[in-house]
């Protein structure tokens, strides 16, 4: 079975990090649903998803940070992405996802890219 | 005179989603036996997944109890999977190649996954038969 994780933790400025562990694919995709539904339910919209320690993603992983995006900006937040492995990246650069997404080398340059905007 | 054939192997899964990551686990670890660098075998993964979560989804409509068969053959350079399911027939000249600029203006969702599955594999055929839907993809060896 596949394995995958969200810890989620709180910076300063209000904003919130989601650490994703292991592989998501169309099997364990609820669970990241359920942590982008826990900070908009919370009110929590500034959002970044650290990919550190996330090993793969298919195009069932990319649809959850579809579904949840317009709602997170339709609040004055945002999702922004850091620290993607070169093969993570690539498939969210296959699909052209950084059009639409700020996904930046490190945790804290997402972080300073919120301070700028507040 | 047909390429030479040079090797075999097959798995079946039940179709669940719980299952997708042991076909990933399957086909990349053939993949890697035969040579093909890191990120092809990821890409190689990518495109299996998305072609059973697929079945899984549609095909199956999340029934737990059908079968999906992938089999892998190697012939020369090519590393060819095969992937067979007995669920609603999949009529891929229905898809569309969505226009990924317009697809993230405006927020879409899912319909990806055949889109992956051309982008990253060097060849994707499928077949309908009378009584499966047969998924041939290719990626060679370089």
Redesign the interface.
């Known amino acids: ?3 995958f994780k969200v810890t989620i933790r709180s910076r300063d400025n209000n904003i919130h990090v989601l650490e994703l562990k292991g ?1 998501l ?3 364990t995709t609820p669970a990241l649903e359920d942590s982008f539904q826990k900070m908009l339910n919370e009110k929590k919209y500034r959002l970044i998803v650290n990919c550190k320690e996330l090993s ?1 993603i ?3 992983g ?2 959850v940070f ?2 949840f ?2 709602d997170v900006r339709a609040n004055d937040g945002d999702i922004k992405m850091s620290d993607m492995s ?2 993570v990246f ?2 969210f650069d ?4 950084p ?2 997404y700020d996904i930046v080398p490190a945790e804290e340059e997402a972080a300073k890219k919120f301070d700028m905007t507040k | 005179m047909a390429a030479k054939q040079t090797y075999k192997s097959s798995l079946s899964i039940p179709s669940q ?2 299952r ?2 042991d076909v ?1 686990e399957f086909v990349s670890g053939l993949a890697r036996v035969h040579g093909f660098a ?2 092809d075998i ?1 890409k190689i ?2 495109a299996v ?2 072609a059973c ?1 697929n079945i ?2 549609h095909g199956y409509n999340f029934a737990p109890d059908k079968k999906i068969d992938v089999e892998i053959v190697r012939r020369g350079n090519d590393f060819e999977i095969v992937i067979s399911d007995k669920g609603k027939q999949f009529d891929a000249s229905a898809i569309q190649t969505p226009d ?2 317009d ?3 405006h ?4 319909g ?2 055949v ?2 599955m051309k ?2 594999m060097d060849k994707v055929e499928f077949n309908l038969l009378s009584d499966r839907n047969v998924l041939r993809m290719t990626k060679t060896l370089n």
């Open positions: 079975m596949s394995d592989y694919d169309a099997h793969y298919s195009s069932a990319l649809g579809m579904a995006i317009e070169p093969k690539n498939i296959l699909l052209g996802f059009m639409l | 989603t719980e997708l990551n990933r890191e990120d990821n993964a990518i997944d998305e979560t899984i989804k990924m600029k697809y993230l203006e927020y879409r969702r899912g990806l996954g889109y992956l982008r990253i």
